[in-house]
Each structure stands twice: as structure tokens, then as C-alpha cells.
């Protein structure tokens, strides 16, 4: 890969003991890092990149009421429920109204999760590296949101198994690898599940990535088609609020 090769990045900050997962795509797909580590094990990392478009898997900012505002919610579907539950971004809702459980992020950042107050203190971070919003013109070095469970759900059409369970990996990894991501093929696995090694407990789960490399991985396949094919991609919000990018051109009315 060129030095100057631009390379697809995606950030999950929502991990536990290793609270940051990054993935690193580059310009044919080809899956070029992944690891886990602190925040700044990560800067550290994009720090040494020349080129490059970051997605990262959390708001840039808490929310600013959009929702509750007359104006913007002219154009929305009744809101279902009141109080706590309207204190979300225009986008989560957009998003929730079709099926899509995301997380949500109120209008004050201590009412934030930790996780969420964690992502805002990294796209800050970022900015100061030189990271600015995409697109913009004549930089190299750009940021964009995104949502791994809103990408799964609408990679596949609906929603997919719990993040967490070995199918919910499997699909996911498979979905992954069916958009031409050169990762580790997840049918592999079921090529060394004999009956054998099942009796005796041993699981090929190393052909299969953990949760939130999957997340990582699903962020990084954001930017590389929002810096390969933007016409491929969906923003889903509103621009002063935060909108969130998503790898399709539409949404299902359901999923």
C-alpha cells in the first residue's frame, strides 16, 4: 500500500477492559489492523496516519433538542412515549421509529453514559489531530458518525441475533464478508467444527471476531464506502444535531 494510500478506520469506544476496538480497511477492503486498547493507543495510532477517514461507533456531541422542537417534528411520526425517552438526537428517533434499537444520547452530557461522555472526549481528541468533518474539501484527515447496529440492520434487512452470541458474531462476520471485505471468511468455522472437537469442548472461535471487532470492522466498512462511493451511502439526522452515516442509500420503512 502507497504511503499516502487513504485508510478506513472505524472506532468502537464502547468496549470494557479495553475500552477502544479499531479496525483499519484499506483502499481494496483488506482488513490492515485491528486492535483494542485506551484511548490513547488509538491517537497514537492515527497520529501516524497520513490519510485517512475515521467513523467512529458514538456521537460527536449530546443532543439539542430537535425532537422536541415544533419545526422539526412536523415531519415525524407521533412521538410514542414522553419524558426521558424523548431525550435522544433526531437521528436515534428517525432510526427507532423503523425498528432500529439505538443508543440514545440526551440533550446533557452527565446525563450521557460513561461510554457516550467518553466519545465525545475522543472526537475532540481527534480534531486536534486534525480530523475534520466529512467531506470536507482539501483534507486529508476526516470524521464521520456511524452505528454498528444500525449498519447490521440495515446490511441484512432487519435486525440481526444478540451482538453478543456466537450466531449473532457469525452473522454479522458473514454479512461483512459478503459486502467484499477481505476478512477471515466466518464459514471457515464450521469447516473445523467436527463432532470430535465439539464433545470435547474445543470451539474454532478463533475464525470468528469478538463482538466489538465486529463493531470496529462494521465502522471501518462505513468509511470506506462513504470515501469510496459517498452516492452509496445514507445520513440519517439532522447537521447541527449530528447525523449518523449509514453504508446503504435508503431505509426499509420497517426492520
Given at each position: 500500500?502507497?504511503?499516502?494510500?487513504?485508510?478506513?478506520?472505524?472506532?468502537?469506544?464502547?468496549?470494557?477492559?479495553?475500552?477502544?476496538?479499531?479496525?483499519?480497511?484499506?483502499?481494496?477492503?483488506?482488513?490492515?489492523?485491528?486492535?483494542?486498547?485506551?484511548?490513547?493507543?488509538?491517537?497514537?495510532?492515527?497520529?501516524?496516519?497520513?490519510?485517512?477517514?475515521?467513523?467512529?461507533?458514538?456521537?460527536?456531541?449530546?443532543?439539542?433538542?430537535?425532537?422536541?422542537?415544533?419545526?422539526?417534528?412536523?415531519?415525524?411520526?407521533?412521538?410514542?412515549?414522553?419524558?426521558?425517552?424523548?431525550?435522544?438526537?433526531?437521528?436515534?428517533?428517525?432510526?427507532?421509529?423503523?425498528?432500529?434499537?439505538?443508543?440514545?444520547?440526551?440533550?446533557?452530557?452527565?446525563?450521557?453514559?460513561?461510554?457516550?461522555?467518553?466519545?465525545?472526549?475522543?472526537?475532540?481528541?481527534?480534531?486536534?489531530?486534525?480530523?475534520?468533518?466529512?467531506?470536507?474539501?482539501?483534507?486529508?484527515?476526516?470524521?464521520?458518525?456511524?452505528?454498528?447496529?444500525?449498519?447490521?440492520?440495515?446490511?441484512?434487512?432487519?435486525?440481526?441475533?444478540?451482538?453478543?452470541?456466537?450466531?449473532?458474531?457469525?452473522?454479522?462476520?458473514?454479512?461483512?464478508?459478503?459486502?467484499?471485505?477481505?476478512?477471515?471468511?466466518?464459514?471457515?468455522?464450521?469447516?473445523?467444527?467436527?463432532?470430535?472437537?465439539?464433545?470435547?469442548?474445543?470451539?474454532?472461535?478463533?475464525?470468528?471476531?469478538?463482538?466489538?471487532?465486529?463493531?470496529?470492522?462494521?465502522?471501518?466498512?462505513?468509511?470506506?464506502?462513504a470515501g469510496r462511493h459517498p452516492e452509496r451511502t445514507l445520513k440519517v439526522g439532522d447537521p447541527q444535531e449530528g447525523?449518523?452515516?449509514?453504508?446503504?442509500?435508503?431505509?426499509?420503512?420497517?426492520?
Amino acid at each position: 500500500m502507497p504511503i499516502d494510500a487513504t485508510l478506513f478506520i472505524g472506532i468502537d469506544p464502547s468496549g470494557g477492559r479495553k475500552p477502544f476496538t479499531y479496525a483499519a480497511l484499506d483502499q481494496n477492503g483488506k482488513l490492515v489492523a485491528l486492535e483494542a486498547g485506551e484511548m490513547e493507543d488509538v491517537l497514537t495510532f492515527l497520529s501516524g496516519v497520513p490519510r485517512a477517514i475515521v467513523a467512529v461507533n458514538s456521537a460527536p456531541r449530546p443532543s439539542k433538542g430537535l425532537v422536541h422542537q415544533d419545526n422539526a417534528r412536523q415531519s415525524l411520526s407521533p412521538v410514542r412515549s414522553i419524558g426521558r425517552n424523548l431525550e435522544m438526537r433526531l437521528s436515534e428517533h428517525l432510526l427507532r421509529e423503523r425498528g432500529i434499537n439505538v443508543s440514545l444520547t440526551p440533550p446533557k452530557k452527565e446525563l450521557c453514559a460513561n461510554w457516550i461522555q467518553t466519545g465525545f472526549v475522543f472526537y475532540r481528541r481527534i480534531e486536534a489531530l486534525g480530523f475534520q468533518p466529512f467531506p470536507t474539501p482539501n483534507t486529508t484527515l476526516q470524521w464521520i458518525e456511524t452505528h454498528p447496529h444500525a449498519c447490521f440492520c440495515v446490511l441484512l434487512g432487519q435486525n440481526p441475533f444478540s451482538r453478543t452470541a456466537l450466531e449473532g458474531r457469525l452473522q454479522r462476520q458473514l454479512v461483512l464478508y459478503e459486502q467484499g471485505l477481505e476478512i477471515n471468511d466466518p464459514m471457515d468455522f464450521f469447516e473445523e467444527f467436527t463432532r470430535h472437537k465439539f464433545l470435547r469442548g474445543i470451539l474454532p472461535l478463533d475464525k470468528i471476531y469478538s463482538h466489538e471487532e465486529l463493531d470496529a470492522i462494521a465502522a471501518a466498512h462505513t468509511a470506506f464506502v462513504a470515501g469510496r462511493h459517498p452516492e452509496r451511502t445514507l445520513k440519517v439526522g439532522d447537521p447541527q444535531e449530528g447525523q449518523i452515516t449509514l453504508p446503504v442509500t435508503e431505509l426499509k420503512e420497517k426492520y
